[in-house]
Structures are given as C-alpha cells and as structure tokens.
C-alpha cells in the first residue's frame, strides 16, 4: 500500500528556490562586467550568501523529508529514523561523510560560523565540513561546499541530490 506522504510536495517550491538563487549567480556575473570594481572577491562574498541561503532552503527540505519519512515508516510498523541517520543514508559520501551530511553542515556553517569566528568549535558540523576538506582555513567554505556537489559529486543541482536521498529513503521503507 502506498502512503500519501510518498509524494513530494516540498521538491517543486525548493526547485523555485534553487532558480532564483542560481539566476543570482548570473547577476553576479553580468555585474562585474558592467561594474569592474566588483571583482572575483566581491562575487564570492555574495556567492557565499547565495549558496547559504540555498543550503538553508535545502536542510528545511531535508528536516520535511524526515518527518514525511517516519511517517511512512510508521504506517509500515517501521522504526523512526533519527534525523543524522536518514542524513547518513545517502550513498555518495567521502571519508564516510554522506553529501547530504555535507549540505546540512554546510547550513549550520552559514547559520553559526560568524559566532565562530576563525576558531570553529570540534563539533558535528565542522568534522563533517572537514570530511571534504573545509575548514576555517577555506576562505569561502559555502562555495566549496557548491564546488564539491556541483564537480566533485556530479549534482548541478542540489534539489536533484536531496530528491535523490529522498527517493531512496522512501524505497527503505517498502
């Protein structure tokens, strides 16, 4: 039997989400041309907010994904997961790091690190972070983590790798 939470209704708005974000990049781009003072610095300084507030846009998505998750699994007299297990659950990792372990660190990163300063703390977000090399010694961590997806996972899209996690926890449960 199937369950009504198994289709996503979150992937469409987070999709807007990911447009419009990404069209910023390309306002970047046609700003440095017309303003050349706004150089490669600049860029990555709003690059890093942009790819913030998509990552942030995408761990809300991922926090839905779970609740919808244990629901399914409860109709199927299944165990809930806990959330950094379901994070956990996604194939494509390095160091054993999940890339959505990544993504969701890479939110935590761009909600706390000016709390941190250049002294990041030893907790879960940082490890994972430094799981792909990202440390406090990366001048732009959120655009690393954008770099790491996009070329080093292969997802041009975030929301076709969480919507790939998603699908694959959904498939757990049957």
């Known amino acids: 039997m199937h369950h009504i939470l198994e289709a996503d ?9 990911e447009d419009v974000i990404r069209s910023g990049f390309d306002k970047l781009f ?3 041309k017309v303003q ?5 610095l600049w860029m990555n300084e709003y690059g890093e907010a942009l790819v913030g507030a998509l990552l942030v846009a995408c761990q809300a998505y991922c926090v839905g994904c779970v609740s919808d998750i244990n629901e399914i699994r409860k109709h199927n007299e299944l165990k809930p997961l806990g959330k ?7 194939g494509v990792s390095s160091n054993g790091v999940s890339a959505i372990e990544l993504l969701n660190a ?14 990041w ?7 994972t972070l430094k799981a792909y090399s990202i440390s406090a010694e990366v001048e732009f ?3 690393a983590v954008l770099d790491i997806i996009d070329r080093e996972l292969g997802y041009s899209r975030f929301c076709d790798l969480v919507s790939e996690w998603r699908e694959a926890l959904i498939d757990g449960t049957k």
């Open 9 to 17: 209704y979150g992937i469409g708005p987070l999709n807007d989400v």
């Open 30 to 32: 046609e700003r440095n």
């Open 36 to 40: 050349p003072w706004f150089d490669g």
């Open 84 to 90: 950094i297990d379901a994070y956990r659950a996604h």
């Open 106 to 119: 890479g939110a935590n990163c761009f909600k706390h690190r000016d709390e941190w300063g250049s002294n």
């Open 121 to 127: 703390p030893n907790n879960l977000t940082t490890r």
């Open 141 to 143: 961590p959120l655009n």
